[in-house]
């Protein structure tokens, strides 16, 4: 047998973590040849619940399952780990202002950073699902200096494949015919959908975005506050959907994404397409031998362009507060 892959899912007590270890351990996430070995992170009081699903995945007995240890301690819960799904955050209490969130989430992400930094594997891979998955990411990468930036991502997946979904229901066509969609900027209302780029059915996604008033006041807003709608409809946030998407980062982070097709990723910007420096900004990405690829060479309208700056504008934002507050 190969050497199983370390994972590590933090908050793995919670309504995502419950969607998503199994999948792992199943091997839809690293392929059905991949044995992998769990590290469940949790904060103290959730490990009697992170033991209930660590008894729930042994009695499914996946083959691939290799092993499966429990930490509430973050040196102890990175240590040797290959892959680091970074779930668990601080949500926004009642009348917490953003610079509280953002001050909570540091107090998690900052740690979590500097035990990556010390104590994982020189491969390792973090995806951060936590909100603010952008900032938090930042937060993560800026406190892990010996670790290569382009390390860190944060998942705007879910709200890829959502816009997929919407985007086939209304060209009538299925999902699997919809590509090279883009989600730009935060993961938050902020964000941008753009179908400009994208092929629907085969014919060019521009034609559905031509109709303005479907895409102003329907597509966009619909990708950008599904998360609230699913809320509203469920009584509780995404959960089997987000742990979806992380699963289908990872697995195209590792064996890479489809010829002739592209996604999207919270990704360390180095400039591109004008998004400043040092924000994790979502970009359309293409990955191969294990590493994100920023896809060059697309022309971005006014319309777009505007949307793009508002988004990442707001990132900005965030990074001078998470600055001014010393948690990077
Ligand atoms: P839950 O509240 O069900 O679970 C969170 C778990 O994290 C809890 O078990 C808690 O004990 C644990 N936790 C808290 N602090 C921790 C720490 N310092 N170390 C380790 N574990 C810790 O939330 P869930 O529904 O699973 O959502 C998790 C996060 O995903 C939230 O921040 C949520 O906002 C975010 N989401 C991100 C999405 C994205 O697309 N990027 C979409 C779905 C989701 O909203």
């Not at 009081?45 to 930490?71: N, R, S, Y």
């Not at 740690?111 to 998955?133: E, K, Y």
């Not at 031509?210 to 509203?232: M, S």
């Amino acid at each position: 047998m190969t050497t199983p892959v370390n994972v590590t899912v933090t908050g793995a007590a919670g309504q995502i973590g419950y969607a998503l270890l199994f999948r792992i351990a199943s091997g839809a996430m690293l392929g059905p040849e991949v044995p992998v070995r769990l590290r469940l992170l949790e904060i103290p009081q959730a490990v009697k619940a992170a033991e209930g699903t660590a008894m729930e995945l042994d009695d499914c007995a996946f083959p691939l399952l290799a092993g499966i240890d429990i930490h509430d301690d973050v040196a102890a819960g990175f240590a040797g780990t290959n892959v680091a799904l970074l779930v668990g955050a601080r949500p926004r209490g009642a009348g917490m202002e953003r610079a509280d969130l953002l001050e909570a989430n540091g107090g998690i992400f900052g740690p979590q950073g500097r035990a990556i930094n010390d104590h994982a594997a020189d491969d390792v891979r973090v995806l951060v699902v936590g909100n603010p998955a952008n900032t938090n990411a930042l937060i993560a990468a800026s406190n892990a200096p010996d670790v290569p930036k382009d390390r860190f991502t944060a998942m705007t997946r879910l709200d890829h494949n959502r816009a997929l979904s919407q985007a086939a229901a209304r060209a009538g066509v299925p999902v699997a015919q919809v590509r090279r969609l883009t989600i730009w900027g935060n993961h938050s209302a902020s964000q941008y959908p753009d179908l400009f780029h994208a092929e629907v059915g085969g014919r060019p996604g521009a034609e559905l975005a031509a109709d303005t008033a479907w895409l102003t006041d329907d597509f966009i807003p619909t990708v950008a506050k599904r998360g609230a709608a699913i809320i509203d409809a469920r009584g509780a946030s995404s959960a089997a959907s987000a742990a979806n998407a992380a699963i289908d980062h990872t697995r195209d982070w590792t064996l890479g994404t489809p010829e002739g097709d592209w996604t999207s990723a919270g990704l360390w910007s180095t400039g591109q397409y004008g998004v400043p420096e040092g924000i994790v900004s979502s970009f359309p990405v293409t990955s191969s031998g294990g590493t994100w690829d920023v896809v060059d060479g697309i022309e971005i309208d006014d319309f777009s362009r505007a949307r793009i700056d508002a988004s990442v504008a707001e990132l900005v934002e965030e990074r001078e507060a998470v600055r001014s507050l010393g948690l990077i």
